[in-house]
């Protein structure tokens, strides 16, 4: 019996022990979210997850001449079939122009999309279990959510960490977005593990991690274009940190990436990859980028979300140099190098009209964690202003989902919250900072909950209705006689 006592006080009861059970929680209930009706929302003609499913499950039988989708087919004469199909979701068409060999995208991404619905035998150009086709994102999703708390950890503390995983579990923007089978889904993993071990290099100056760290970069590239751009982005975060050699090691091995990609291409279908380069550079890029990635709130429909405005802003703030905190500064300035990188590289590279909301889903973590450090410091310093935003901007989900309270209830509840705040802001002695304590905290856990409800409740009552003509399913009895 004492052996017993003694092995849960040393090793059950040992506080990493619960961090790490706390931790999976908290990633299971994001997984339980992300798989509740994710076969149902998001939506739009089975979206591009259906296309990269066809393509990665093509590639497993036929790695040189696979087949898929495209969306290039203005003088594409790789194309092998062009028609109207109308059956996947009955009230919307759905343009089938398939090319043989797939070059709209590098393979690796779509390899792994397409890997599930391989094994489960689907094989072919045709119409399968959504829910199949995003079972791999969910799956990326998981890998997301923990590394993003591990990289939140290596940056700044335990608590940020845990804010950042419970923001990114929860949030209604983030978990509808993770369930797509969109290559940016798929990159965020690859990404945020070479972040990390970049972190963990200049940390100890092991070789092991740089050649890790540059290895996942390397793989970017692989899974969508734009990737080939990130181990560039680390070269200048290694010579800004005086690693030269490092950094000419990355730029020398993306280029003989960027290199083996096009001998890839042109080995396989040359005036096919030709092509498609040219279709992709003609989609240019325009000004007005970042600023539609602020006020264009999407998945697809227009989806009002605060808590996307939030994380926005506080990376922002974070970048600009808004935070002042000495201990965490070359970590805060880790996190605006990375950051500001991605909106470049987005800003070059999305134009006019294919500025779509999943290219900014790489920025996602990054708004996770912003959203989680401002969130434990307004804990800590009951600031007024830090603890203000989460209110101004964090009850979005209420009109999402049509919740209705009387002007008056808002008004006092309003404030209440900021009349407590104002009062430690104005004498911040121990009864203010305690009552100020107690109603961040409460606001905090409710702003948690109704981020919950949201996620459960967003598709029955607003995004089915007469407009979006959800489908209801049928029960088809089968006469047995």
């Known amino acids: 019996m004492v052996s017993i006592i003694k092995f849960i006080r040393e090793k059950i009861l040992k506080q990493e022990t619960i961090s790490i059970i706390a931790m999976w929680l908290i990633v299971i209930l994001g997984i339980f979210l992300r798989t509740h009706k994710a076969d149902a929302f998001p939506v739009s003609n089975n979206d591009d997850g259906l296309i990269y499913t066809w393509a990665g499950a093509s590639q497993l039988n036929n790695p040189k001449?696979?087949?898929?989708?495209?969306?290039?087919?203005?003088?594409?004469?790789?194309?092998?079939?062009?028609?109207?199909?109308?059956?996947?979701?009955?009230?919307?068409?759905?343009?089938?122009?398939?090319?043989?060999?797939?070059?709209?995208?590098?393979?690796?991404?779509?390899?792994?999309?397409?890997?599930?619905?391989?094994?489960?035998?689907?094989?072919?150009?045709?119409?399968?279990?959504?829910?199949?086709?995003?079972?791999?994102?969910?799956?990326?999703?998981?890998?997301?959510?923990?590394?993003?708390?591990?990289?939140?950890?290596?940056?700044?503390?335990k608590k940020t960490a845990f804010l950042s995983l419970i923001f990114m579990a929860t949030i209604p923007y983030f978990v509808f977005a993770q369930r797509q089978a969109y290559l940016e889904n798929f990159m965020n993993p690859v990404f945020l593990t070479s972040l990390?071990?970049?972190?963990?290099?200049?940390?100890?100056?092991?070789?092991?991690?740089?050649?890790?760290?540059?290895?996942?970069?390397?793989?970017?590239?692989?899974?969508?274009?734009?990737?080939?751009?990130?181990?560039?982005?680390?070269?200048v975060w290694l010579l800004k940190k005086k690693q030269t050699k490092e950094a000419l090691i990355a730029i020398g091995a993306n280029i003989v990436s960027i290199a083996s990609y096009a001998a890839y291409g042109l080995l396989i279908n040359k005036q096919a990859f030709l092509q498609l380069l040219s279709s992709q550079g003609e989609r240019g890029?325009?000004?007005?980028?970042?600023?539609?990635?602020?006020?264009?709130?999407?998945?697809?429909?227009?989806?009002?979300?605060?808590?996307?405005?939030?994380?926005?802003v506080m990376s922002i703030a974070i970048m600009i140099g808004v935070v002042k905190n000495k201990k965490d500064e070359d970590?805060?300035?880790?996190?605006?190098?990375?950051?500001?990188?991605?909106?470049?590289?987005?800003?070059?590279?999305?134009?006019?009209?294919?500025?779509?909301?999943?290219?900014?889903?790489?920025?996602?973590?990054?708004?996770?964690i912003a959203i989680g450090y401002f969130t434990a410091m307004a804990i800590k310093t009951k600031d007024l202003f830090k603890a203000g935003i989460l209110f101004l901007l964090g009850l979005t989900g209420m009109d999402l989902i049509n919740i209705e309270i009387n002007s008056t209830v808002v008004r006092l509840i309003?404030?209440?919250?900021?009349?407590?705040?104002?009062?430690?802001?104005?004498?911040?002695?121990?009864?203010?900072?305690?009552?100020?304590?107690?109603?961040?905290?409460?606001?905090?856990?409710?702003?948690?909950?109704?981020?919950?409800?949201v996620v459960f409740k967003y598709y029955s009552t607003t995004y089915c209705n007469e407009e979006t003509h959800c489908l209801t399913p049928t029960k088809i009895i089968l006469n047995e006689q």
């Open 196 to 235: 990390i071990l970049l972190v963990k290099y200049l940390d100890s100056k092991k070789k092991k991690y740089f050649i890790g760290s540059l290895f996942f970069a390397l793989f970017l590239g692989w899974m969508k274009i734009i990737g080939f751009a990130i181990p560039f982005v680390i070269a």
């Open 65 to 157: 001449n696979f087949v898929s989708l495209t969306i290039f087919d203005q003088g594409n004469e790789s194309l092998v079939w062009r028609s109207q199909y109308k059956n996947f979701i009955p009230h919307q068409e759905f343009g089938m122009k398939i090319t043989r060999p797939w070059f709209d995208h590098p393979p690796l991404g779509v390899l792994l999309i397409g890997a599930v619905p391989h094994l489960l035998g689907y094989d072919n150009i045709e119409q399968m279990p959504h829910m199949i086709v995003r079972f791999s994102a969910i799956l990326a999703s998981i890998f997301t959510m923990v590394l993003t708390f591990e990289l939140a950890k290596k940056l700044f503390n």
């Open 331 to 368: 970590s805060l300035e880790f996190f605006s190098w990375f950051f500001i990188a991605w909106l470049i590289i987005l800003l070059i590279l999305s134009g006019r009209f294919n500025n779509s909301p999943w290219y900014r889903y790489p920025l996602i973590p990054f708004m996770s």
């Open 414 to 453: 309003t404030l209440g919250y900021f009349g407590v705040l104002t009062g430690q802001y104005i004498f911040d002695n121990k009864l203010t900072r305690f009552l100020a304590d107690v109603v961040i905290k409460i606001f905090i856990v409710s702003l948690i909950a109704l981020n919950i409800f």
């Open 285 to 312: 890029a325009f000004v007005s980028s970042f600023y539609k990635a602020i006020t264009n709130i999407e998945i697809y429909q227009s989806f009002d979300s605060g808590w996307y405005v939030l994380g926005l």
